[in-house]
C-alpha cells in the first residue's frame, strides 16, 4: 500500500497528491497522512466523491485516511471519476453588478432569496472571494441558504478564502472546499453561473 504524507500542505496540495496517487495506484488502496480539520475533510469528500471508501484512523496529530475499493468502477464506470453535474453557480462577491455597495448586497440577497422560488435549481453554489462572507455568522442570506442545502444544493465556500477574511471559524452552511474541487465543479458543469 502506496503511504503519501500531505501533512503541512496547504490546500489544494492535499487534494491533488490524493488525486494523483489514487491515479497511479490503478485500483489499489492508498494511505493519506492528513491534517486535521480542512484537509482531513477536503481529501474525505473528494475520495467519497469519486465513490471511493474511506477508513480513518488517528495518525500523530493528523489523521491517516485509507482510500480504496472504487464504488463507481464495480458498477461499470471509468475508475475514479464523478458523474458530471449539472449546473454549477459560482458566487465571487457578496454583491451582485457593479454599481453601488449598498444596491449591489441588496440585489444579491434578492437573488439568493429569489432561487427559492425557482423549480430548477443548480447543484453546487461555489463561493469565493468576499462570496463566503455570505455563508458566514451575520450573512443575512444564511436561511436562504440552509433551505437551498436542506432541498439538495450542495454549498461549498473557499477554504483560502475564509483564511482571509478570518471567518473559517464562522462558517454557518455548506463546507470548506478547495481549488481543485472548485476546478473540477466548473470543468465537469455543463453550466456555470457566475455572479
Sequence with gaps: MKIIDCRT???????IATKRALEEAGGETVQILVDSGAPRENVTR???GRGYEVQESPFEEGFAL???GDMLASAGLPTGTAPARKTAM?????????GGDELGRVLMKNFI???????RLPERMLFLNS?????????????ALHSLADRGVEI???????DFFHRKDKLKVGSVTNMLTTAESLMDAG?????
Aim: with cysteine; charged share 20%.
Design 113 to 119: 432569496i429569489t432561487l427559492l422560488d425557482l423549480d
Design 90 to 98: 459560482l458566487i465571487t462577491s457578496d454583491r451582485l453588478g457593479d
Design 191 to 195: 453550466s456555470v453561473i457566475r455572479l
Design 66 to 68: 485509507t482510500i480504496g
Design 156 to 162: 461549498l465556500s473557499c477554504g483560502i478564502c475564509l
Design 9 to 15: 500542505m496547504s490546500c489544494p496540495a492535499p487534494v
Design 46 to 48: 473528494f475520495a467519497k
Design 131 to 143: 462570496g463566503v462572507l455570505l455563508t458566514t455568522e451575520g450573512s443575512e442570506v444564511l436561511e
